[in-house]
């Protein structure tokens, strides 16, 4: 079960239609299912605090949580009133968990917790607060494959194209589209995808 296949096989993605994004979650999840041996993940929606979490995922160990209980499987929770571009993302990004290394799973409310503490403060130093970091880079690098990012870059540089169009073609939040040109990019999906 490796991101890199996930990864390799995301960059072969192109648009179904000339106004539908180029990589849909459905796909990404029906591949991440297939590399990980996962049988499926429900979505479900709760009134979580949007400005402090957008969602989360929940193994099909979380056997106690009563979402899991409910599904009797793997959960990606999303907020509740997130428009469709941060949903999609944030659907993504917490996927990206059937990913994360036994150390890198939060697994106790108390770890939960400083993991929301390390994001608030910018301070992160756990496994599980890495992983979240990795996460947010893993959806960006599936949701916008590279030769996409190339020619929009391209496009950005020579004033074609805004950051806005680009959100509504990729169907990303706006807030992210800046992360895919910035000189950290490459070097941190790199990173990622070393075994």
Not at 137 to 148: D, F, I, Q, Y
């Amino acid at each position: 079960m490796s991101f890199n296949q996930l990864y390799d096989f995301c960059q072969t993605l192109e648009p179904v239609k000339h106004n539908e994004p180029i990589v849909h979650q459905n796909v990404v999840k029906n591949k991440a299912l297939e590399l990980t041996g996962i049988e499926s993940i429900r979505t479900m929606m709760d009134d979580l605090d949007a400005s402090r979490m957008r969602g989360y995922y929940l193994s099909a160990e979380n056997k106690d949580h009563q979402f899991v209980k409910q599904t009797g499987g793997a959960v990606i929770v999303l907020a509740r009133g997130m428009n469709r571009c941060w949903k999609r993302f944030t659907y993504v990004k917490e996927l990206m968990h059937v990913f994360d290394r036994e150390e890198e799973l939060v697994s106790s409310p108390e770890s939960f917790e400083k993991v929301l503490s390390e994001i608030t403060t910018s301070t992160i130093e756990s496994p599980q607060g890495k992983s979240e970091t990795k996460g947010f880079w893993m959806a960006l690098s599936v949701l916008c494959p590279e030769k996409h990012r190339l020619l929009f870059e391209e496009l950005r540089m020579a004033n074609q194209i805004d950051d806005y169009a680009i959100a509504l073609q990729l169907r990303i939040p706006e807030l992210y589209v800046p992360h895919l040109f910035s000189p950290k990019h490459r070097k941190t999906i790199d990173n990622i995808l070393q075994p």
